[in-house]
Each structure stands twice: as C-alpha cells, then as structure tokens.
C-alpha cells in the first residue's frame, strides 16, 4: 500500500481509476460496434461473447469506482475527513485488483457468473468485502444521524442497499434458488433493477451535494422535493424490478406501479436541476461552469430517457422491446447520458479545473458526445423497431439474414457515431487527467 502514502485524498484513486475504465468501456464499445457492421470479426481472439462483457464490466465498474469516489470525496468534504483512510485505500486496493483480474478472465475466456456479472462468482468476494469496507466507513464518518441533509440518507441506504441486492444476484448459487426458473429470473432481475436503484442513489446524492455547492445555499438538499425524490428512490429501488420481468408470469399492478415510480422517480431530478439552474448566479456558474455544463447535460437526456421509458412502459409496445437493440438503447441512454454525464460533472468539481483553456477542451469533448449520442441512441432504437417488427410479425416470410441486411445501414450509422461519441469522451477524459497530473506536479 506504499503506492497510497502520498498527500493526495483516496477518493482521488478512485476517481482516476474510474477513468480509466471508462476509457476501456469506449475501445471495447467501439470494437462491439465494428462487430456489429462486420460480423465476426476477430472471432478467433476477441469474439463479441468476450467483448460485450468487457465492455459492460468496465462500464458498470467505471460507474460505481467512480461513485464511491465521488461519495468518500465529499463525506471528506463534510466531515473534514473519513473515519478511517486505511480502510478506503484497502476497499480501492480490493476493487481494483478484482476488476483487473475479472478483465483479464475474460480475455482469457475464463467467465462463469451471470449476464452483467459474467465473471467467476470467486471474484465477487473482493467486491464484496471492499463493498463491507465502504459501508463501515460511510456509516461511521457520518455517526451523527439526526438532521442530516437528504444526501447523507442517499448515501447512506445506496450503500446499505447495494450490499444487500449484491449478495441477492447470487442467490443462484444456491440450488434451491435455481432450482425454479420464475423464481430464479425473478429474483435475479430484482437483484439488477435494486443494483442501478442502489447506484443511482449514490450520484442523485452526489448531484444534491454538488448543486448545493455551486449555488452556494443548502436550499436542495434540505427541500421537500429531494426528500420525496429520496423516499420514491428507496421505493425504486425495492420495486423498481417489476419492470424487468415483464414477460414472466407476475401479477400486472407490480409492473405497471414500479415503472411508474421509476419514471416519477427521473421526472422528480430532472425538475430538480432545471429549476436549480435558474438559482445559480452568474458567477458562481462561471467558477463552477464545467460541473454546471455536465449537468444540464444529464438533465437533458433525463428527459430523452423519460421519453423512451415512458413509450416502453406501454405493455403493448414493451412486448415488442424486449431481446431488442431498443433495451441497449435505453441502457446506453442511461448509463452515458445520465449517469456518465452526472459522474464527469463530480470529477470536474473533485479536480478543481478551472484553467481556461482546459475548459474550452472539455466543453469542446462534451458538444462532441452531445452531437453523437442522439445520433447513437436513435440509431440503435431504429434497428431495434425494424427486429421487433421481424420478430413479431414477418419471421415466417423474412429470413433472418434478410431482416439483418435490412438493418445493416443502422448499424453503420452506430458505428459511426460510437467513434465520434468515443472520440468526445477522449478529449474529456484525456484533459482531465492531464490537468490533474500538471497540477500535482505544480504542487
Ligand atoms: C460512457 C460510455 C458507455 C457506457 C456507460 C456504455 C454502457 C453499456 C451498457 C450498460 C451496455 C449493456 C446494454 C444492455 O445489455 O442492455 C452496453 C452495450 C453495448 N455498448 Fe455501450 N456504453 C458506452 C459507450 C459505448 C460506445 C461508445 C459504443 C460504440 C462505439 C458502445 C457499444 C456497445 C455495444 C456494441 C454493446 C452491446 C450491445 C449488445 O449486446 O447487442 N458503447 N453499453
């Protein structure tokens, strides 16, 4: 751990590593999308089997690395420090080591876990130990419960609840759990709507935070409308999964109720930071400008994302979604727009950048992925439409190579616009830590 002994807060590491794994979501992102324009290309060494679990891995550690960072960052910000630093240099120490030991499994083609967690369930014990690890720390740096403000509460049942639906996706494990199918895909797509209830609940808290930070009053993260953002987040997240199982046998009134809440659930931050906007003054907008730019950009693809989660929460529309490009629309339009974009705007405010002309070149990486990714997205969501059709209606006439020749030109448009989306992030990704390293070298 000699590696850690320097001035610099922990929750920097994870922000860096972070970053660096969101630089590895891209290259694998973008080497899927060339295997989807050209089908089986690299099937010997990298088949699209080994890709899309790097990709996805890489792009779900990014997110939660980058989330605790983000957590521990501002509890030290809060509380003048952690309760132990020991304890987070050895929760980043777990989680790295087991992230690149699980990207190196499936280089290998060594995999054994499930869908989203491909890896040998073996390897979810470092997670889940660094996991303990934060939770002790979280839970005694905050100690005094009483008035805390909704983002301590975030923070606190985002991490609590992550352990508990973590250890819940491996209940498959256990014969008994496996030993139905309902049962076992029941409990399984619980576990994953919970996991992204959990996360999201870390970055709104980190957002309220930050918000409060850059407007310079405490006027959100005491306000009614975050609480009830707070209580519809811990009802998401203990229900949201009944929109995941949509086509196993479930009672109706769970689906529908759940994904009502989910998108009550967007419709409530995205009015947060809208009219948070418009509290912020001129000057305080300037100092802070790259974390309020990340900021309205989340905003704005909260909105697109409501928009396609409200047309395929129609039970008639939804059943057409599903095994579709439109399901990895929505997840990607999440996961880039909202949650991508939230976590770019805390490593802003967690770096301090505020040299011009590293902000110019930022900003310049955002209008980049703001141009691409609709482009991305609808993409993605036309050559879904145009298989669901197939799938639904035309399968007996249309042969399946026929379907996805029709498709192909979709697939070169995402392609295309996946180079210039991961171009943009590059330019991101590429000046901040540039800042970052000059400004440690300066200090
Ligand atoms: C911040 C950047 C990104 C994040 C967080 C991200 C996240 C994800 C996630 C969560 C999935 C799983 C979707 C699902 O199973 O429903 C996925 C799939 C995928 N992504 Fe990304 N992605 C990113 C950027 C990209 C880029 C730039 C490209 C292409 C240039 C790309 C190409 C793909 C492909 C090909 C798949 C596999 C879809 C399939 O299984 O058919 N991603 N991504």
Known sequence: MELLKDKKPISHLFVITGLLLLFS??????????????????RESFSFEKIRPLHVSSAVFWILITACGSVLHYLIKKRNGLWSNKLAQWQWFLFTIAVVVILITYVLGIFGGREYWEFHPYLAIPII?????????????????????????????????????????????????????????????????????????????????????????????????????Y???LFNLMFNWGHHIYTLPAPKYIQYVSYGVSMTELLLLGRII?????????????????????????????????????????PAINIYTHGTHIT?????????????????????NIFKIHKPKTEKRITAGLYITLVALPIFWISLIIAGVLKSNWQMHLSNEVPFSAMMQSIHPFFVVFLISGIILTIGFFVIIGNLLAAYFMKTQEN
């Not at 983002?151 to 759990?177: A, D, K, N, Q, R």
């Not at 912020?280 to 989660?309: C, E, G, P, Q």
């Open 25 to 42: 979501t891209l290259i694998f992102g973008t080497i899927g999308a060339f295997q989807y324009v050209f089908p089986g290309l690299y």
């Open 129 to 229: 130990i660094a996991w303990i690890l934060f939770l002790i720390n979280v839970i005694k740096t905050i100690k005094d419960f009483r008035k805390q403000p909704v983002y301590i509460w975030m923070w606190l049942t985002g991490t609590v609840f992550f352990l508990f639906t973590y250890l819940e996706s491996y209940l498959w494990l256990i014969p008994y759990f496996r030993s139905n199918i309902v049962h076992d895909m029941t409990i399984q797509w619980k576990s994953y709507g919970s996991m992204v209830g959990c996360w999201n609940m870390l970055i709104y808290g980190c957002s309220i935070y930050l918000m409060d930070k850059i407007s310079g009053s405490e006027k959100y993260s005491y306000s009614g409308i975050s609480f009830a953002l």
């Open 231 to 233: 209580f519809l987040g």
């Open 274 to 314: 809208y009219y948070w906007k418009s509290s912020v003054n001129t000057a305080r907008k300037l100092y802070h400008i790259l974390s309020y730019r990340f900021l309205l950009a989340a905003d704005l693809w909260i909105f697109l994302t409501l928009l396609l989660a409200i047309a395929m929460s129609i």
């Open 328 to 348: 990895v629309a929505h997840t990607m339009g999440a996961t880039i727009g909202i949650n991508t974009f939230l976590l770019l705007a805390f490593v802003c």
